[in-house]
């Protein structure tokens, strides 16, 4: 009953989960949201606890919880993300971007990718701390994952090996329902708890519209996806929802 839940912990983080993994590996789409959930926990006890300092210091409450995000996730978000800025800019081939990414050294434009991606969202998670708009964040968190599991039973798999490999091209009817059914589920419920109806929806509709647009762009280029694919997702769908959240609190 669990096991779905402990591969997609143990997948999506370091976090040593007790249990027996899924037999079936695309059903631990169902545990994705719930990590991104548990993230957003984090994030939001972060914001709890800085509300007993005696003078606020929003920037390191922000940068402490980004850093322990990126520990708990293992950066693997942010390495897919890298990969992906030096392996796909350019008129390459597909064999030439897929052994880019395959590559475990990080490129210029990786790092520079990189450290955009963090900066822009330590001045997004700022602004929001100190709105006390956390639910925008937690909402982040659990689209981006969601959308993860959507696009892995969805798309074909780039290449053999991997983390996809055992999750993309598992193109079976109930796992597509699955996906569609958690899709609807997360955002009906984003939309009941989120303090702002308008911002829940918009996050959801951005989340969606970043998702085609990305999962178009690797099936052009490469045929499918591969984990580095989902990773730079990831964190495209993080920054859309915090962007769109943002613009309509008032930035």
Known sequence: MFGPIVTAFRTLTIIPIPGNETDEFPLSILGFPLVGLFLGGVIWLFHYFMQFWITPAIPIFVLLALAVESFFTGALHLDGLGDCADAFPGKRDQKLILEL???????????????????????????????????????????????????????????????????????????????????????????????????????LLSALLITLLWALYCRKKIGGITGDCLGALNEFVELAVLLSGGMISGF
């Open 101 to 203: 990414l395959k590559d475990s050294r990080m490129g210029t434009f990786g790092v520079c990718a990189i450290v955009f991606d963090l900066l822009l969202k330590f001045l997004l998670w700022s602004f929001l701390f100190e709105r006390a708009q956390i639910s925008i964040i937690v909402i982040s968190l659990v689209l981006s994952r969601t959308m993860q599991g959507c696009l892995l039973v969805t798309m074909p798999n780039a290449r053999k090996g991997g983390i996809a490999s055992a999750f993309a091209g598992n193109h079976f009817l109930r796992h597509k329902l699955l996906a569609t059914l958690i899709l609807g589920v997360v955002g009906v419920l984003s939309i009941i708890f989120s303090s702002n109806n308008v911002v829940a929806v918009t996050s």
